[in-house]
């Protein structure tokens, strides 16, 4: 009788409730880049994450935004979903909704010093790449893409989907090398505001979000 | 005893009758009331109520340079609570070290009413817009987190931080709620032109031909009780090459908003000169000239310009006697929006 207490009060205690929940982990990385690329800033938002079962959602994460960021080596997060679901796919927007955008300041991931909002105009940068290659005409050879917007005809948000099989964790690969070579930086080395642009640079960067084992 | 029971019904009976709705902060400051007849707010006070003690750190903050880089300059340098909260003869705005911005300082009056903000409605929402001052190279030219470096070692905030979130580590989100809590209680509603509205006093002769003449010509986009709609208008004000300011479209995009500016309130505008989102006139009547015979057909020009105003010079007198009517004292020497004494 009494180890029947302690037991309920160790799970008490330690948050394991009746309703006890798994982990996914999701890690993003990028393979060795190409030498001519200086990699400073890899920043992204991951949100709005659901796990769905033959296309329909099972469990959605709440408050579902984590921020990204390649070089500083925060690159993974854990997602805690019930014990007792079924799913065989993991979705997720790479960027922060229009809803979020236009209801204020937030805190955490989405807390303004973050380097991931814009001042001048209201809006989070869904996804920011900075460095150096010889072909830019930027000063210093700089490249410079901030990329958002979520006003209409400047939606950048991108939706992803991958295969997930639990209880293994997830492994996504940002191919920053296709990206390298499909772009020409003596044409293009900066993009800072939302528009056509982002949003056409937002949708190609998508495509290089990849399984890897 | 009687007596007093009924001093209080009559008091509750006159205080329903002046205000439907009340915003009630912690106590120990005013309430914010909004008047009778007014749309409902933009900003959802329910879900986020004032408080005064962090409208109290908003008030401090409003007033501290100590959000610019070189603790040269405050809100209040560019937002002066006894001229409408504008920069009273200053077409452009001044920055740190000399700068100079390219739009007019606009005024701070019932911005819980406001959707957009800047002349160019490039920030969404009142908690973020202090972000675009304090990080612009031509105003506070200050970076976030050093703002927050510098008030985590001050002993003051630290204290106010404290005292309104239980929590002296003072985050952005705090700071930027602050600054917005303060302006939100910025309300007029205590003019001449809101006094006849309640019947409590009468416009003149004159003022009445103005008001009427104003609802004929100019109320469509200054509407009232906010006298303003809110929207994007181009003015028809030939464009500065100097400046080649094309306004909203500049954030949409869109050609159909190009030279479109906020349309913006016209209440206490007897002190918030010089007018327009440049500042390029200095007087009320260098406006109704505007209107009456500058008004540039360039493209997007609003559609109740298109065919210009007509209006005599009397006419014109009367429309100013019946702006000066949306003067309202109360609100530019309330002591609860002035320099704060601790």
Redesign the interface.
């Known amino acids: 009788m009494r180890h029947f207490v302690f037991l309920v009060l160790f799970f008490e205690f330690s948050g394991i409730r009746a309703q006890s929940t798994n982990e996914l982990k999701v890690e993003f990385s990028i393979p060795k880049i190409d030498e001519q690329f200086k990699l400073e800033v890899l920043r992204f938002y991951v949100t709005n994450i659901q796990l769905t079962q033959y296309n329909s959602p099972i469990f959605k994460e709440k408050e579902s935004y984590h921020l990204i960021d390649i070089v500083k080596g925060e690159n993974s997060f854990v997602i805690n979903y019930p014990e007792n679901i079924q799913f065989d796919n993991i979705q997720f927007d790479l960027g922060v909704d229009s809803l979020t955008?236009?209801?204020?300041?937030?805190?955490g991931d989405l807390?303004?010093?973050k380097g991931m909002?814009w001042?001048?105009?209201?809006?989070y940068i869904n996804f920011k790449i900075e460095g150096k290659h010889p072909e830019s005409n930027g000063r210093k050879n700089d490249v410079q893409f901030h990329l958002g917007g979520y006003?209409p005809?400047?939606f950048a948000l991108q939706p992803l989907k991958f295969n997930c099989a639990p209880p293994t964790d997830l492994k996504i690969q940002f191919d920053i090398n296709s990206f390298l070579e499909s772009m020409d930086f003596s044409k293009e080395h900066i993009i800072m505001s939302?528009?056509?642009k982002a949003v056409k640079l937002s949708q190609q960067l998508a495509s290089y979000f990849k399984f890897y084992e | 005893m009687n007596k007093h029971i009924l001093l209080f019904v009559v008091f509750i009976a006159i205080g329903s009758v002046l205000c439907s709705v009340q915003f009630k902060i912690d106590s120990e400051i005013n309430p914010i009331l909004i008047p009778d007849n007014w749309p409902d707010p933009v900003y959802n006070f329910s879900k986020k109520p004032l408080k005064a003690k962090i409208i109290e750190i908003g008030r401090s903050l409003f007033y501290d340079p100590i959000l610019s880089l070189d603790n040269s300059i405050s809100c209040s340098s560019c937002h002066l609570s006894f001229t409408a909260f504008t920069h009273v003869d200053h077409a452009l705005s001044h920055g740190i070290g000399d700068s100079i911005g390219t739009r007019n300082s606009p005024v701070l009056i019932n911005l819980a009413w406001n959707k957009y903000f800047m002349w160019d409605g490039a920030i969404n929402h009142i908690e973020v817009q202090a972000l675009a001052p304090i990080s612009h190279p031509a105003e506070m030219g200050e970076d976030l987190n050093r703002v927050l470096e510098k008030l985590r070692h001050s002993k003051k905030y630290q204290a106010k931080f404290y005292a309104a979130f239980k929590d002296s580590s003072i985050s952005s989100k705090q700071l930027l709620i602050a600054l917005a809590q303060f302006q939100l209680t910025l309300i007029s509603s205590n003019s001449k032109y809101d006094k006849v509205k309640r019947k409590e006093v009468t416009f003149t002769k004159q003022e009445k031909s103005g008001y009427k003449l104003f609802k004929k010509h100019c109320s469509s986009c200054h509407k009232e009780p906010l006298f303003t709609s809110g929207e994007f208008e181009n003015n028809g004000l030939p464009i500065d090459p100097t400046l080649n300011d094309i306004g909203r479209g500049k954030i949409t995009q869109l050609a159909m908003d190009d030279f479109k500016f906020k349309v913006p309130t016209l209440r206490n505008i007897e002190f918030s000169f010089p007018y327009m989102h440049d500042g390029r006139f200095k007087s009320l009547s260098e406006v109704l000239n505007h209107y009456t015979s500058g008004v540039s057909h360039t493209a997007n020009l609003s559609s109740q310009l298109v065919y210009g105003i007509d209006l005599t010079s009397n006419e014109r007198v009367d429309i100013v006697s019946f702006l000066l009517t949306l003067t309202d004292k109360e609100f530019l020497f309330n002591p609860d929006y002035q320099f704060p004494k601790n």
């Open positions: 955008n236009v209801s204020g300041v937030y805190s807390d303004p010093t909002y001042t001048w105009q209201s809006g006003l005809g400047q939302p528009g056509e």
